[in-house]
């Protein structure tokens, strides 16, 4: 290969390959699909996903690394998906939301998508079934955990089937031409707490800040308010076409989000999960009562990652109860012996493959 024609030539063999081979693979995905349909399985299995993915990453000679792997195969899972039986996904919107972005990476482009306004209403939809996935956040590494979220776990039937982690990035989108022309700034509450320093440099934080639901819905604003800016996502920025006057905001640029992935069924251990459970002790009120839960974790070897109080909304005497994650799918025997112990005081909210990087 000593020109490019040459090399444009190789390149064009390789990918008729690669059509060819998709395709082959596409076949065996409708035979699954036709599999699942009759034994009424769940199309979208995300352990046996991290599965292929780890068995690729294993045997990867480069130059590809683990990221560029995950991210062409998940759209290869997200396309083969849709072959199987195309599934509705609902989401925090609106279109061009951090929570949008985070759904389409794991369910690709082709999927059917439905934005709704609030997260109890991601909640409504998939519980009467008008979707077969729902998408919300659930913590950020810089505001802590989304209560909501919390809140609405503790009282559906739905199960977290999946997590993944999201750098956030926020740019600074205006159709002025200049900063001294922009009379008003649309964000999110969070955006504009985020992005203070930035604002403060830019002698920004004296004009006025209008806070809305979402930086989606910020960006929609500012198209349509040629003297404002948005605080929003570069993706949101170009969905609605505002051009980005300065990207990467943020004050702090390790600034992740951790979204789940709701369903009504159950994962098969993935030998790499994490658990999510709800816990409303009994003898709350009792000297080391929560000590002595935990303790049981501590002897049974199971290793916690996170737990999270909420006040309990149905104890008048402003009782709390306990998210906590930990590593371990709920069917592995160390898992169950804990739990076992504890039966009465345990809400379990989901098994499923451990996240991997923010993507």
Not at 151 to 159: F, H, I, N, R
Request: charge should be negative; glycine fraction near 6%; include cysteine.
């Amino acid at each position: 290969m000593n020109t490019l024609q040459e090399c444009r030539s190789v390149i064009d063999t390789i990918d008729d390959e690669i059509l060819r081979l998709l395709n082959e693979r596409m076949k065996v995905v409708q035979r699954v699909g036709e599999i699942k349909h009759q034994s009424k399985a769940a199309v979208y299995r995300p352990e046996r996903e991290k599965e292929i993915i780890e068995r690729l990453s294993t045997h990867n000679q480069g130059p590809l690394n683990r990221a560029a792997i995950e991210a062409i195969f998940l759209e290869i899972f997200a396309v083969a998906r849709n072959l199987e039986l195309p599934e509705r996904i609902a989401y925090l919107g609106p279109e061009g939301s951090f929570t949008h972005q985070a759904a389409e990476s794991r369910f690709g482009a082709m999927s059917d998508y439905l934005s709704l306004g609030s997260i109890e209403a991601v909640f409504r939809t998939i519980e009467a079934k008008r979707a077969k996935f729902g998408v919300v956040p659930i913590e950020n590494s810089r505001d802590g955990v989304v209560g909501e979220t919390l809140d609405l776990l503790a009282a559906s039937p739905m199960k977290i089937v999946s997590e993944l982690y999201m750098s956030i990035h926020m740019a600074f989108a205006t159709k002025a031409h200049k900063l001294s022309e922009i009379k008003r700034i649309y964000s999110k509450d969070k955006g504009f707490g985020q992005c203070r320093a930035f604002l403060s440099e830019h002698g920004l934080d004296t004009i006025e800040h209008i806070p809305v639901e979402s930086t989606a819905k910020a960006a929609i604003m500012a198209s349509h308010d040629p003297e404002s800016a948005a605080i929003c996502s570069h993706i949101a920025a170009k969905l609605y076409g505002i051009p980005s006057m300065f990207e990467n905001i943020e004050d702090i640029h390790n600034n992740h989000t951790r979204f789940v992935i709701l369903s009504d069924f159950e994962n098969l251990p993935s030998g790499d999960d994490k658990t999510s459970i709800l816990v409303r002790l009994k003898d709350a009120q009792k000297p080391g009562a929560l000590a002595h839960f935990l303790r049981d974790f501590d002897e049974g070897k199971v290793n916690l990652s996170k737990i999270e109080s909420r006040p309990s909304r149905d104890d008048k005497s402003f009782g709390y109860w306990f998210f906590i994650d930990f590593y371990g799918h709920i069917e592995d025997k160390a898992v169950q012996q804990v739990l076992r112990q504890h039966s009465d005081e345990i809400t379990w909210l989901g098994s499923y493959a451990k996240g991997e990087h923010a993507i």
